[in-house]
């Protein structure tokens, strides 16, 4: 079941074609049709996956339809090299033998959860992250006015530093005198509170751009890498630095803009499971658990 106002959008912190074999790599993107991704909640590589497939398979056909998943595809990734971390990639499935129509429904659905299987759809053209950073180290108290102070010192940030601007209008595939304006203008602040443990606890703040620069993964990557060598000051609330080596790491969506402990979607009324209590405290910190960063090769 979809709740009121739709399930919130995983931000993926890395390219679907992590880690997946290199003949893959050049036979998936030649198969005719349309196509898209999809991952399990809680998705890591298996070397048999005929049971995730068999769930996979009957939970598309629900969605569209006997007719259209008549000659329905589910390709298994196979891995490039064994990645030793937690619940390691290839996560992503792919989906291919659907009329487009069809495959439109599922990334428009974007998350299906039942009491068989938990999964999200991705275009296969992978859009970029809205996320962009977490600021720590600001005194702010947590409120929406806070979020608004915060958004406002960012687009001042930014503003100043015309690298960041350049950065843009360098590497944007068309010209576009509005492209930097516009993504300035689309900062959104969200709040995050962390337990490093039961009595010590910290608000960090999470910076979103809702309309990104039309920039490949990596560039995107390497523009918010930018971002993060600033310093977002404050007159009264000390300044924000970024968060630097250890992103978030969502073991269960795979969102890198929160850590495991506080994934939204086990918390949603009408979500069938997984859930995350046999992982990790309620709202731990995790990113000790992860150290290799982001890969965005793809």
Same mark, same amino acid.
């Given at each position: #079941? +979809? ?8 931000? &993926? ?6 880690? /997946?074999?290199q ?7 030649q ?7 999809v ?9 048999n996956a005929?049971?995730t497939? #068999?769930?996979l398979?009957d939970?598309?056909?629900k ?10 595809? %589910? ?5 490039? %090299? ?5 619940l ?9 033998g ?5 495959i439109?429904? &599922? /990334?428009?659905?974007? /998350?299906? *959860? ?13 859009? &970029?992250p ?8 600001? *005194?702010?108290?947590? $409120?929406?006015?806070?979020?608004k ?5 960012v ?11 350049q ?9 576009? #005198?509005?492209a #930097? &304006?516009?993504?300035?203008? $689309? %900062?959104?602040? $969200? ?5 490093? $443990? ?5 608000? /960090? ?19 918010t890498?930018?971002?993060? +060598? ?7 609330y000390?300044?924000? +630095?970024a ?5 978030f ?50």
């Amino acid at each position: #079941a +979809t709740p009121t106002g739709g399930f919130p959008t995983p931000q &993926l912190g890395q390219s679907t074609w992590r880690n /997946v074999s290199q003949i893959l790599k050049e036979k998936w993107p030649q198969k005719e049709g349309a196509k898209a991704w999809v991952r399990t909640y809680r998705a890591k590589h298996e070397s048999n996956a005929q049971s995730t497939i #068999a769930k996979l398979k009957d939970a598309i056909t629900k969605i569209i339809g006997d007719s259209d998943a008549e000659s329905l595809v %589910v390709s298994t990734p196979t891995a490039a %090299v064994e990645l030793i971390e937690h619940l390691p990639p290839p996560w992503h499935f792919l989906i291919s033998g659907i009329p487009p129509e069809a495959i439109e429904r &599922l /990334v428009r659905l974007q /998350v299906c *959860s039942s009491p068989e299987i938990s999964c999200f759809f991705v275009p296969f053209e992978q859009p &970029l992250p809205t996320y962009a950073l977490t600021l720590e180290n600001f *005194s702010f108290p947590d $409120s929406d006015a806070t979020n608004k102070a915060i958004a406002e010192i960012v687009k001042d940030t930014i503003r100043s530093n015309p690298d960041i601007l350049q950065y843009i209008h360098e590497n944007i595939p068309f010209p576009d #005198a509005e492209a #930097a &304006l516009r993504t300035i203008e $689309s %900062v959104r602040v $969200s709040s995050l509170n962390l337990a490093h $443990s039961k009595t010590m606890k910290e608000t /960090v703040w999470n910076i979103y751009f809702e309309s990104p620069p039309n920039f490949t993964l990596k560039q995107y990557f390497d523009w918010t890498n930018l971002l993060r +060598t600033f310093f977002y000051i404050s007159e009264d609330y000390g300044y924000g +630095t970024a968060r630097q080596d250890d992103q978030f790491m969502c073991v269960g969506c795979k969102s890198f803009d929160h850590p495991t402990g506080l994934c939204p979607f086990p918390k949603i009324l009408g979500w069938f499971g997984p859930t995350i209590t046999e992982d990790t405290n309620a709202t731990l910190d995790n990113r000790s658990m992860f150290h290799h960063g982001r890969g965005a090769e793809g």
